[in-house]
Each structure stands twice: as structure tokens, then as C-alpha cells.
């Protein structure tokens, strides 16, 4: 009975002591094997690997994939022309130099965030300084990324970290200075208003004054016609008369009597007192002769 016990502490362990001296590398991760804070060998392929039993030897992971560092709120920096912006920038990386890498932060992620927030906002700052807000928000954003990008990876490779990409998430005032720019481009729309409207202004009353001088003309013109038709329509009437009363002039005097006659007697409350034998009167008697005369 003693002897099966035995059998089964040793056969413990046997697979205690076994199963330390194995591990499994992932292939989304670095595994360094050390000894006592002594960096042994890092082994970057998957696959499942023997070492030593601790203490004598013991094994951290380290993430092999490209991580985000997101800065946790905008960063306010000063600009060539003395002007507060915030900037909220995040960074693509990842670990190239494991060993290097362990040396520097013993494997610890957030110390290594640390160091990059750092090395990521003094690059920001040394850039944004020598250039102006336009040159930062649009002119020279594209130049601004590469060249903080080139500033991080020469700061990164001494801690054993690659930099993918660096990227400007968003580029803005500070509330102030938000404030002055809209009252100055509202300032600004208001002048371009006032100046649309006082030429408008003036080409309305540029056209209406040629649509009068036009309206004048035509006018002028038309009245010009009109008199130019109605005279030779009189001096046509007036030779018709000449004619036909040339021909018979008692029918003429006949026919001009007849007109006063109507003129005369127009409104039946006219009263007129005139003698009956009066040469008006000449045809109002049976043969159209004058009255004789009264001795």
C-alpha cells in the first residue's frame, strides 16, 4: 500500500515538474524565456516548446499584433502665430524588438503606453509650433502626419516598438477661439451680403431706368406716328371735303348749317333768343332761301 502511494506522489510529480517545463506559443504572441530578470531567448514562431522548471527559468507573452494608442482627450498646443488648437491624434503600432522591449518595460503594456503618449505629444508639439493653424488643419496636414510619424518611429525603435501609422483624428479651437472665428466669418458673410445686395441694388436701378428711357422712346415714337397718320388722314379728309363740296357749294353751306343746328340744340333745356328771320334760321324755311328783310 505504502509502495502505490509512493508510486502515485512520484507519478505527481513527475508530471508536475513536466508540465512546467512545457509551454505553447500562440501565434498572436512573443514568448521570452528568462532567468533570475535575465532575458534567455525569445521565440517569435507558434508552436509548443521546453525550458527549464521554474525558478530556474520562467516564460511571459508579449502581443505580436499591431495596437491602437488612442490619446484619452484632445491635447491643446500652440501654433507659429501664438494660437491655442486641440488636437486628438492615436497611433498604430507595435513590438519589433521584443527583447529590447522586456528590458524597457518588463513586459508591461501600460508602462509602454505611457512612454509613447509621451514621445507621441513631444513630436505633436515640435511640429505644430513651426507651422500656423491653416497649415495644420489643412495646408500641410498631410507633411504634419509624416513628420511625427518619422519623429515617433526614431523615439520608438529604442524601446523596441514599430510605428505603423500616425493619424490627426481631428484638429480644432480652443472655445475662445472658436467664438472669434465665428463672429469673423459671420462678420465676414454679413460684408459679402451688403455687398451683394448694394450692386444689386444699383442693376435694379441701372434696368429700370433704361426700361423708362426705352418706355420714353417707344412712347415718343408711337405719339410721333400717331400724329404723322392723323395729319395725313385730316389732310386727306380735307381734300375729300374740298372735292365733294367744290362741286356743290350750296350743299356744303346746307350741311355746315346742319352741324351748328345739332351743336346748337344739343341739351332740350338750351334756350336761345334770336330773331326767326335771321340768316341761321335760312334753312328752317321751305326753299332754303334768306327771310326778307323787314322795313
Request: net charge positive; hydrophobic share 40%; charged share 30%.
Amino acid at each position: 500500500m505504502n509502495r502505490i502511494v509512493a508510486a502515485l506522489i512520484a507519478g505527481f510529480i513527475a508530471i508536475m515538474l513536466l508540465s512546467s517545463t512545457v509551454f505553447v506559443v500562440d501565434q498572436r504572441k512573443y514568448a521570452i524565456v528568462f532567468a533570475l530578470g535575465e532575458v534567455k531567448d525569445v521565440i517569435s514562431e507558434p508552436g509548443l516548446y521546453f525550458k527549464l522548471p521554474p525558478p530556474f527559468q520562467n516564460v511571459i507573452y508579449l502581443d505580436k499584433r499591431i495596437l491602437t494608442l488612442d490619446t484619452p482627450e484632445p491635447e491643446r498646443f500652440i501654433t507659429a502665430e501664438k494660437k491655442n488648437i486641440l488636437v486628438d491624434a492615436y497611433v498604430k503600432w507595435r513590438i519589433v524588438n521584443p527583447k529590447t522591449y522586456f528590458r524597457s518595460f518588463g513586459g508591461d503594456e501600460s508602462r509602454a503606453r505611457n512612454r509613447m503618449s509621451q514621445i507621441v505629444k513631444a513630436a505633436l508639439n515640435d511640429e505644430i509650433t513651426k507651422r500656423t493653424v491653416r497649415e495644420v488643419i489643412s495646408g500641410e496636414r498631410g507633411k504634419v502626419m509624416q513628420a511625427i510619424k518619422a519623429k515617433v518611429a526614431a523615439e520608438a525603435e529604442a524601446i523596441g516598438v514599430g510605428i505603423v501609422d500616425v493619424r490627426l483624428k481631428r484638429v480644432d479651437y480652443v472655445e475662445q477661439i472658436n467664438n472669434s472665428v465665428y463672429e469673423r466669418m459671420k462678420s465676414e458673410r454679413v460684408r459679402v451680403a451688403n455687398e451683394l445686395r448694394s450692386t444689386g441694388s444699383a442693376d435694379s436701378e441701372k434696368i429700370r431706368a433704361d426700361a423708362d428711357k426705352q418706355r420714353t422712346v417707344i412712347l415718343a415714337e408711337a405719339y410721333r406716328e400717331a400724329e404723322k397718320i392723323r395729319g395725313e388722314g385730316d389732310a386727306k379728309a380735307s381734300q375729300v371735303y374740298a372735292e365733294a363740296f367744290g362741286k356743290n357749294p350750296e350743299f356744303y353751306k346746307f350741311y355746315r348749317s346742319l352741324e351748328a343746328y345739332r351743336a346748337t340744340f344739343k341739351d332740350k333745356g338750351d334756350v336761345m333768343v334770336v330773331d326767326p328771320s335771321s340768316e341761321f334760321f335760312k334753312y328752317f324755311k321751305g326753299n332754303g332761301t334768306a327771310a326778307p328783310s323787314k322795313k
